[in-house]
């Protein structure tokens, strides 16, 4: 027999519902036995746009070092970015 499963607080935010579950365990409220796989095909991530200023040489740099791996210069630069900051945090 299963121990019966935790009733989740409301939230009134997906910040407070996000912080919530970052810091708890959710087997105390699902019960992942019963959870079935799903495809959600046509989710995309969130972006926002922005206007990054950046000198011209270091533009022309970036373009060039993409064309030589054969991926759009703004991949170049998201991933670049991602890495960095993955790579400094505390």
Known sequence: MTKPKKTPP??????????????????????????KATRLPNL?????????????ALLERIKIEANKRDVPYQSLI???LAE???KHRF
Request: glycine residues 2%; without cysteine; proline residues 4%.
């Open 78 to 80: 998201k991933a670049w």
């Open 44 to 56: 995309k991530p969130s972006t926002k746009t922005i206007s990054l200023r950046l000198p011209m």
């Open 10 to 35: 409301e939230f009134k935010t997906e910040a407070e519902e996000r912080t919530f579950w970052e810091s708890h365990d959710s087997s105390g409220y699902v019960d992942w036995s019963q959870a």
């Open 84 to 86: 960095d900051v993955d």
